[in-house]
């Protein structure tokens, strides 16, 4: 019975051993392939969003916008707005960057990719999107879009990263969500009004864009 418990812990010991291994890999990998990337803007957004839908042909619009403005356009490499993102950077000429998850849904890359990096990993993929982006832009999206935004704005708030631009598209998507930000997180005392600062709400590509071009370095 001690050897099989003995086994099992080694057993465990080894597993979380190879674990470590992959996710030091996957950062390397993910260091190695972007580092020489340049001035770059991580765009989320849906996933559902079909071809030809206004979402989507406003996001094909802002990435070539982006593009001709000097960045690369970084998204998460799949279907819906970040393939638009994508398709927009390559068309305009442009380093497109997707920062692809193997998940059990949703997992397919779009075509329109000429830098990729594969991940297993969420929290090393959210590192690449903070590490080499210069700005955030989320357009409408879900869960996934709301983890990148939180991720950004709470690493700001916090100073445990240089503040940069994010801009949210959509001011009626969006504006549920920022009266509950006033009305409860800074009525309630758990931000403070300046936080809401920390981005810009937009309808306008070119005004997102001119945001951006203000606040980088290019």
Not at 194 to 218: C, G, Q
């Amino acid at each position: 019975m001690a050897n099989s418990k003995q086994y099992l812990i080694d057993d465990l010991s080894m597993q979380e051993s190879w674990r470590l291994f992959k996710i030091l890999s996957e950062i390397v990998d993910g260091f190695e392939t972007l580092s020489d990337l340049g001035p770059a803007v991580s765009v989320f957004g849906s996933a559902r969003v079909k071809a030809g839908e206004p979402l989507y042909e406003k996001t094909l619009d802002l990435s070539r916008k982006l593009t001709e403005a000097g960045f690369a356009v970084i998204t998460g490499g799949g279907p819906g707005l970040m393939e638009a993102g994508n398709k927009g950077a390559m068309e305009a000429g442009g380093k497109s960057v997707g920062l692809h998850i193997h998940l059990p849904l949703e997992q397919k890359n779009n075509e329109y990719l000429n830098v990729r990096c594969d991940f297993r990993y969420f929290f090393v993929r959210k590192l690449m999107f903070i590490k080499y982006a210069m700005a955030y832009i989320a357009m409408p999206g879900g869960y996934g879009t709301l983890d990148e935004l939180s991720e950004a704005l709470v690493l700001i708030q916090t100073h445990r990263i240089k503040g940069f631009p994010i801009v949210l598209m959509g001011v009626d998507y969006w504006s549920g969500l920022l009266d509950w930000f006033r009305t409860r997180l800074v009525a309630d005392g758990f931000c403070n009004a300046k936080d809401l600062d920390l981005f810009l709400v937009t309808d306008s590509n070119e005004e997102a864009v001119e945001h951006i071009r203000r606040h980088v370095v290019l």
